[in-house]
């Protein structure tokens, strides 16, 4: 059969192939070109070393601004999300009334986009502000800040209770039931039973809400578009500032990606390489 | 089960529900000033309209014109509908002939394909959009193209994870029997793939539907879709119109909620699926 397969190459794999070369490897590729290059159109690049990398980094670009404040946020949404949704998959799989139409309400925002998101709690989060101490969510950093952090706890809890319920509910009861019997108390049964038994759940939830913080783009550009002066920009939404708001800034941007490529490929490899490891302990 | 634990659960449950309401707020309150007039939105959102206040179908039918909803709407449609198709239909047939055809081709497409999963979109926003202008492909049935090719990394990823699951039996008997591949893909292991196909097919309209910066930079400036009209709506800070803002919020998650209550399950275990995979 393999062999009578493989003759079937064109008509299988390759339109996929194609259309995956043209719009993402080839852009790939150049984007890399580019990134040791001046340009404003493709056409008129000219190979320039590693300034741009440099530039990124020099005092007029906020790309390390927008590293430090990316971070911040990823660390507290990273802990917020996983505790909320960890608590609340924890009190949905006690056979409650009601339990399905509660996960159903607490998923639902997870389907909602990131622009739309952004605007829904800018009318809430400057309403507030508005109300008690005058000013909008642009007057200061440190309000877009937990403004965001709210919006994505409210996006991503729902979704990572559903994995968490999942890896709950796989653990066999008698084990619990072994741990009330032998007297150990709820603290016990949860930190020495539960937690470690839906550890490759935690793994899977702390490396999507840290790659999705890291990544996010609509959420920033919609809630405060980096507004108070750039304080609340993350990389995102840095990297297309550079390239779209700045003219004979292209190749700057495109470095700027390229790290940013980089830190992401590591936050992946890193995660490939524990959920291996637990997969062989198994 | 005895009293205490009786009252313990009714506790848990008053509190699950005092926060099913905290997270039904945020769409509540937009709705509710939907029916506002534009410039009793920004300092009291929280106030119910009142006579004063009070703006009946307004907003919606000002933000509809405003934003060409219902062209947005038709673009959304147009664009997502046809794109997952492409994907599921292209991307089966691609993992299928890569898990089947063991070698070092296959491996390297395969790991190519899936690797394009961790790039983020900026990486390649630029080179991307010029090269879509360049072929032409910065129109609504262009980036049906561009879709399939950024979608191609999730899909086959999953598609190839299910085959692998499949026994091999079905596929060699067919075959003495006579099947070619391209029948057996298509009467055979394309229907097996089902569920497969749900997941991938819901993973990708989730995504396609909602995504804004990649139809922006390509298509953007010609062809609205919903989240580009809502970005749109914002002109300079302050002097927006906030009524037709929240109309068209309202707008943008209906459908989306009509679609999760048609087929919430499927969603859920679709979402699932996708992120312990990816």
Request: hydrophobic share 40%; net charge negative.
């Given at each position: 059969m393999e062999r009578n397969l493989k003759k079937y190459f064109a008509l299988f794999a390759l339109p996929t192939l194609t259309a995956f070369t043209i719009v993402f490897f080839i852009p790939f590729i150049m984007g890399v070109y580019l990134s040791f290059t001046e340009f404003?159109?493709?056409?008129?690049a000219r190979w320039v070393g590693f300034s741009n990398y440099i530039k990124a980094f020099?005092?007029?670009?906020n790309f390390l601004g927008a590293l430090i404040f990316t971070s911040k946020f990823a660390v507290v949404a990273v802990i917020t999300i996983n505790v909320f949704a960890f608590s609340i998959a924890m009190l949905l799989?006690?056979?409650?009334?009601g339990t399905n139409l509660f996960r159903t309400v607490f998923f639902?925002?997870?389907?909602?986009g990131g622009i739309v998101l952004g605007y829904i709690w800018q009318l809430i989060i400057n309403g507030i502000l508005i109300n008690t101490?005058?000013?909008?969510?642009?007057?200061?950093?440190k309000y877009g800040f937990w403004g965001l952090i709210v919006l994505t706890n409210w996006q991503l809890i729902g979704y990572m209770m559903i994995i968490y319920i999942a890896g709950i509910q796989n653990i066999p009861e008698e084990l619990t039931e072994a741990a009330k019997i032998d007297g150990a108390s709820r603290f016990q049964t949860l930190f020495r039973i539960t937690i470690p038994l839906v550890m490759p759940s935690i793994t899977i939830c702390t490396f999507l809400t840290l790659t999705n913080s890291f990544k996010m783009f609509d959420q920033n550009l919609a809630l405060t578009a980096g507004a108070p002066a750039d304080s609340t920009t993350m990389l995102a939404l840095d990297i297309y500032k550079t390239f779209y708001g700045r003219v004979g800034y292209e190749g700057v941007g495109q470095a700027k990606a390229v790290i940013f490529f980089v830190m992401i490929a590591v936050l992946a490899f890193i995660q490939l390489y524990l959920t291996r490891n637990k997969e062989v302990e198994n | 089960m005895n009293n205490r634990e009786r009252i313990s659960d009714t506790v848990k449950v008053i509190f699950l529900t005092v926060l099913a309401a905290v997270f039904l707020a945020p769409i509540l309150i937009v709705l509710m000033n939907?029916?506002?007039?534009?410039?009793?939105?920004?300092?009291?959102?929280?106030q119910l309209p009142n006579s004063e206040t009070w703006a009946g179908l307004n907003n919606y039918i000002n933000g509809m014109v405003k934003i060409g909803f219902l062209k947005a709407f038709y673009y959304s449609f147009i664009i997502t509908v046809p794109s997952v198709l492409t994907l599921v239909l292209f991307t089966s047939m691609t993992a299928w002939y890569i898990t089947r055809v063991k070698g070092k081709v296959s491996q390297a497409i395969f790991y190519i394909i899936v690797a394009s999963?961790?790039?983020?979109f900026q990486m390649v926003m630029f080179t991307m959009s010029k090269m879509a202008n360049i072929l032409s492909l910065d129109n609504p049935l262009g980036i049906i193209i561009i879709y399939w090719g950024f979608g191609a990394g999730l899909s086959v990823f999953m598609f190839a994870g299910f085959v692998k699951s499949i026994p091999l039996e079905i596929e060699e008997s067919a075959t003495i029997d006579g099947c070619n591949p391209v029948q057996l893909f298509f009467s055979i292991v394309f229907p097996v793939l089902k569920p497969i196909s749900i997941t991938v097919s819901i993973l990708n309209a989730m995504w396609i539907w909602n995504d804004y910066l990649l139809p922006y930079l390509v298509i953007g400036n010609n062809y609205r879709t919903i989240p580009i009209a809502v970005q749109y709506l914002q002109g300079g800070y302050g002097s927006r119109d906030m009524g037709a803002l929240m109309a068209m919020l309202i707008l943008a998650i209906v459908p989306i909620i009509i679609f999760y209550m048609l087929c919430q399950k499927h969603i859920i275990k679709g979402v699932v699926a996708g992120a312990v995979k990816g």
């Open positions: 404003t159109t493709i056409s008129n020099e005092d007029g670009s799989t006690k056979r409650l009334r639902m925002p997870n389907l909602i101490l005058g000013v909008d969510i642009t007057f200061d950093a | 939907s029916f506002k007039g534009q410039f009793f939105i920004s300092d009291q959102p929280f999963m961790i790039v983020p």
